[in-house]
């Protein structure tokens, strides 16, 4: 009979020294060790440490291993309760049994009930191909919790090393997901079925690895060099978090002046119309400490989104790139901002929004492919957002984008311009080959001049209250402070519903 000291010892040890060696050579970190690293130090308490798996098919009942490959719990991140799990790869691959999937929704439950976030670290060989339906099942288990909880605690997903097949839907299914470079792979169907089906070779890496999600697919949100760097990552999105929907993230004390003047701000859009900057110049000189935190920074990068904190309190920041493709929106960037927006919407962070936009991209790609349904869902979730909405626009600002750049009659609370604005229908181009095709070019040169002095202004739209305000772009810190402090116990609520037909 063991005792309570070996009981506890040989639990901890997973799959045993060997496959401890094996991770670590593996370039990996243990279950427990990734745990250590996430939380604030000596805080975790682990439950369902000592459960077993109840198979006993292909000789699994001589396969009894504590914990049944799944470490579960919770501890403190900066002093705030968060809910773990992570998938053990020394013991049974990871891979989810009847038993070990009971032990998630035991923490999933807890976190929904107790109103704190969820972090699940995935290493994991997927199904416990043993238990066949069972295992199905309790994937589904974890999904149905997942769905669930969606908008009410935030949910974070780590790969950490395989996660394939149905798997990878439960990390779908939450608010952000972190990959690992060289060491994480998400696919639905791995390279052999690949080969098999379309007779397509490509390696693992090519297919699902950290690059191909962070960049092509848009499936991560964060792509990080190290474990380590990861788990700091999760740390530190959090700390801009409320623990949940009802909550408020936590105001952090800033020495830098809410009033601060942007005096170099001025200098960074070009007077040329048709030059590119970089936005983030824009961008990072209003947050506090000029700290921007963003998120999914290497796809569709004509749209940025991220986390800043202004006057302490966390603001989401949604922003047009002129360097990439002059700021267009297109599919993916369409996709990026309005889960970002709704995520936001979701926990209460207040939504600033910095406008530089051409239109939407042209072209047959983009409309076979749905841009009126992806461009769409910008309208839907910002229309839909309840939180404070602050635009500025620092440079174009036509058609469509116009209106789903958070205008003022979708629901946007306070639109600011800056003097170089252009806010029009149109480019003055395009208007005046359409109202007046058969003019001469002379002619034509000259429409184009008068309809640039009339309407590429931000006057036009200040004069119909479109615009809040015409502002210098030194002050767009002070403004944005005030909007935000005005907006701070803004009330409103959308029609009673089950839930919106989002186009999806
Ligand atoms: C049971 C598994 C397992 C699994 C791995 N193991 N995957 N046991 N069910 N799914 C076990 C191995 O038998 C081995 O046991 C140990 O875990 C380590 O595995 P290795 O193969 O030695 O490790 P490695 O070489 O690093 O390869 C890792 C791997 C590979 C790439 C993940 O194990 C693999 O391809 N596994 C199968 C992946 C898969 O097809 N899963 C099922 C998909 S179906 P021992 O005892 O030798 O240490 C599915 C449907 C989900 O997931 C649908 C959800 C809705």
């Known amino acids: 009979m063991m005792n309570f000291e070996e009981i506890n010892q040989q639990a901890l040890q997973g799959g045993g020294v060997d496959k401890i060696e094996k991770q670590h050579a593996a370039g990996k970190l243990t279950a427990r060790e990734r745990i250590h690293h996430l939380l604030d130090e000596g805080t975790f308490c682990e439950l369902d440490r000592l459960v077993t798996h109840r198979c006993h098919d292909f000789g699994m009942e001589k396969k009894q291993i504590a914990g049944d490959g799944m470490v579960t719990g919770y501890g403190k991140i900066d002093g705030r309760l968060t809910f773990v799990y992570a998938y053990d790869f020394t013991a049974h691959g990871g891979s989810l049994s009847e038993t070990n999937a009971a032990k998630v929704v035991k923490v999933q439950q807890l976190a929904l009930k107790n109103g704190a976030p969820i972090v699940a670290l995935n290493d994991s060989g997927g199904a416990r191909i043993q238990e066949g339906i069972s295992s199905l099942a309790g994937y589904a288990s974890i999904f149905y919790q997942n769905t669930m909880a969606s908008g009410v605690i935030p949910q974070i997903s780590a790969i950490l090393g395989p996660c394939a097949g149905g798997a990878c839907y439960s990390p779908a299914l939450t608010d952000f997901i972190f990959m690992v470079k060289g060491h994480s792979n998400m696919f639905i169907t791995g390279p052999d079925v690949v080969k098999t089906v379309t007779n397509e070779e490509v390696s693992k890496e090519e297919l699902g690895g950290a690059d191909a999600h962070g960049t092509r697919s848009g499936v991560a949100h964060f792509v990080c060099n190290t474990e380590e760097e990861t788990l700091m990552s999760i740390r530190e999105l959090l700390s801009f978090l409320p623990s ?140 839909e957002a309840t939180v404070p909405k602050v635009t500025i626009i620092t440079r174009k600002s036509y058609g469509g984008a116009y209106i789903v750049m958070s205008s003022k009659m979708i629901g946007g609370d306070i639109n600011l311009a800056y003097p170089q604005a252009e806010i029009a229908v149109m480019g003055a181009a395009g208007a005046v080959n359409i109202l007046y095709r058969k003019a001469s070019e002379e002619e034509k040169a000259d429409i184009v001049r008068q309809y640039e002095e009339k309407f590429s202004n931000p006057y036009r739209a200040a004069e119909r209250g479109l615009i809040d305000e015409v502002i210098l772009p030194k002050d767009t810190r002070k403004r944005i402070i005030q909007s935000l402090e005005m907006l701070r116990n803004k009330s409103v609520s959308n029609p009673p519903k089950k839930h919106g037909n989002m186009p999806l």
């Open 244 to 383: 949940n929907n009802m909550d408020e993230a936590s105001v952090r004390k800033t020495k830098d002046s809410p009033t601060r003047y942007l005096e170099g701000l001025e200098k960074v859009i070009p007077s040329d119309p048709n030059l590119p900057y970089d936005m983030m110049d824009v961008i990072q000189p209003v947050l506090d400490d000029e700290y921007f935190f963003e998120v999914m920074p290497h796809f569709a990068r004509n749209i940025i989104v991220g986390f800043g904190r202004m006057a302490g309190r966390p603001v989401g920041i949604v922003a047009n790139q002129p360097m990439y493709l002059a700021g267009v929106l297109d599919i993916d960037a369409s996709d990026k901002a309005a889960r970002f927006i709704r995520f936001c919407d979701c926990f209460n962070i207040p939504l600033v929004t910095f406008e530089d936009v051409p239109g939407f991209l042209p072209g047959t790609v983009q409309e076979h492919h749905g841009i009126i349904r992806h461009g769409a869902k910008i309208v839907y979730a910002y229309a």
